[in-house]
């Protein structure tokens, strides 16, 4: 399985601010995705992210909000803008793999983000 | 919404086996079963998955009915670290990009 590389692992942030979180993968995918996990809940799927292309959001996720680059085929990153407390959640990236018969998903240990 | 249903929780004795149901009633021909874990402060990693067939890892076995309507995952020896939330996915096979997770059974192996 591909190994993912997450960074940073946990950070307290101020309202009103923004934060990158880093997405590194040791090998090359096609396909990375954005989960947010809000405390206490399962994994909402933010974006899909392909390396050339516009990141395709889910329901009730903007751009504006969560801007995602995808610089290359083993790299991403996920911006989480104007921060509000309600934006405090751990934030996992995700990538697909061809693997013997079916396709898997890998994911990284997640970003924990605290916003005061 | 997750096509799934699971139960929110489930107690297990270290070194019983752990049987987790899943109800997948609308599953499609072509969609398989996946199942994840995520312990505790980790992200989910992979089980196991199958179509309609019952399958066996070095982790787990996946019983589905013939039906396809349901499924169970078999922790045959369960450990204090299996101790996890553990998902069941629906999704078709081949890429299609991301999974829809529901909200898991929580399992508890106690001593």
């Known amino acids: 399985s591909a190994v993912i590389s997450q960074k940073p692992s946990r950070d307290i942030c101020q309202r009103g601010t923004s934060l990158t979180i880093q997405c590194q993968v040791d090998?090359?995918?096609?396909?990375m995705f954005w989960y947010r996990q809000q405390p206490g809940q399962s994994l909402t799927l933010i974006a899909t992210?392909?390396?050339?292309?516009?990141?395709?959001?889910e329901s009730g996720f903007v751009i504006d909000k969560f801007p995602i680059s995808r610089p290359n085929l083993t790299f991403s990153t996920l911006t989480v803008s104007n921060m509000s407390p309600e934006d405090s959640s751990i934030y996992l990236c995700s990538v697909e793999e061809v693997r013997v018969g079916h396709y898997g998903y890998t994911f990284g240990s997640g970003t924990r983000l605290t916003v005061v | 919404d997750a096509k799934t249903t699971q139960p929110p929780s489930m107690d297990c004795a270290e070194g019983r086996a752990a049987n987790l149901p899943c109800n997948h009633s609308t599953i499609s021909g072509n969609e398989y079963v996946y199942w994840y874990r995520q312990i505790h402060s980790q992200g989910p990693q992979y089980i196991i998955h199958?179509?309609?067939n019952n399958e066996t890892n070095e982790m787990a076995s996946l019983i589905i009915t013939e039906d396809r309507k349901s499924s169970t995952l078999i922790l045959p020896h369960a450990t204090l670290r299996d101790t996890a939330v553990y998902y069941c996915?629906?999704?078709?096979?081949?890429?299609?990009?991301?999974?829809?997770f529901g909200k898991g059974t929580k399992l508890s192996v106690k001593p």
């Open positions: 090998s090359q995918v096609t396909m």
């Open positions: 996915i629906v999704t078709p096979g081949g890429s299609q990009g991301n999974l829809i």
């Open positions: 199958g179509l309609k």
């Open positions: 992210a392909n390396q050339g292309s516009e990141a395709t959001y």
